[in-house]
C-alpha cells in the first residue's frame, strides 16, 4: 500500500525566511507526485507533477524537487500570500491507475 | 470554465437522516472522484468513477455510503442513515485520464462541509 509522509506538521516562518517542506513516500512503481496547495475552506489546488527521479519544476517562489524516495518543496523568499497547507500526493502503476494517496499536510504560516 | 462545481457548500443535519451531496466535473474530463478530508486522516479518497462507471470503491466506509454518476457531468454522494461520525468535509475532484506513463493532475471543488448532530 502507498504511504505518504509529511514533515513538519506545521511551519512558521518570518517573511523572507526560506525553507523546505518535505514529503517521503513508499510506492511500488511511481507513476506521479503531485504537490497541492489549500487555502482554508477551499479544494485543494493543483502545483507540480513530478515524474522521475531528479526532475525540478518551479513556480514563482515555489520549487519541486524529485528523488526515488522523497520530495522537496522550497520556498524562497515566501511572503504571507504563501501561508496555506501544502499536501503531497503519490500515484502509483499498481491497481487502479488514477488512484492517488494524499499525505495529511503541511500547514505554512509566514509572518509579516 | 467555471471548475469543479459542489452542492450544498454547507449541510447540517440530524443523525439518521439521508444526505446526498452533489458535483459537476470540468467538462470533457473523463475520471472522478469523491474524497474526504478531517484533521485526524487528512484526505481519504471514497470511490473514482472512469468514464461514468466506478472503478475503485474500496474507500466507502460502509454500506451507508453509495455514489452514482449517471452521466458525465453529474455525480452524487449519498450517506444513508447518516451518523456523528461522517461528520467531516467532502470533495470532489475531476481529471482527464489518458493512457500515458504520467500522472494525472485532479481538480478539486470547493467542498461540502458535512455537520451530522
Known amino acids: 500500500e502507498d504511504q505518504v509522509t509529511q514533515s513538519p506538521e506545521a511551519l512558521r516562518l518570518q517573511e523572507g525566511e526560506s525553507s523546505s517542506l518535505n514529503c517521503s513516500y513508499t510506492?511500488?512503481?511511481?507513476?506521479?507526485l503531485f504537490w497541492y496547495r489549500q487555502d482554508p475552506g477551499k479544494g485543494p489546488e493543483f502545483l507540480f507533477t513530478l515524474y522521475s527521479a531528479g526532475e525540478e519544476k518551479e513556480k514563482e517562489r515555489l520549487k519541486a524537487t524529485l528523488t526515488k524516495k522523497e520530495s522537496f518543496l522550497h520556498i524562497t523568499a515566501p511572503k504571507p500570500e504563501d501561508s496555506a497547507t501544502y499536501l503531497c500526493a503519490v500515484q502509483d502503476y499498481s491497481g487502479g491507475y488514477q488512484k492517488v494517496t494524499f499525505g495529511i499536510g503541511t500547514k505554512l504560516q509566514v509572518i509579516p | 470554465d467555471a471548475g469543479v462545481i459542489q452542492s450544498p457548500r454547507h449541510e447540517v443535519t440530524e443523525m439518521g437522516q439521508e444526505v446526498t451531496l452533489r458535483c459537476k466535473p470540468i467538462s470533457g474530463h473523463n475520471s472522478l472522484f469523491w474524497y474526504r478530508q478531517t484533521m485526524m486522516r487528512g484526505l481519504e479518497l471514497l470511490i473514482y468513477f472512469n468514464n461514468n462507471v466506478p472503478i475503485d470503491d474500496s474507500g466507502m466506509p460502509e454500506d451507508r455510503f453509495s455514489a452514482k454518476m449517471p452521466n458525465a457531468s453529474f455525480s452524487t454522494l449519498k450517506i444513508q442513515p447518516s451518523e456523528p461520525r461522517d461528520s467531516a468535509v467532502y470533495f470532489c475532484a475531476s481529471s482527464l485520464a489518458t493512457i500515458s506513463t504520467g500522472g494525472n493532475e485532479q481538480f478539486f471543488g470547493p467542498g461540502t462541509r458535512l455537520t451530522v448532530l
Open positions: 510506492v511500488s512503481g511511481l507513476r506521479g
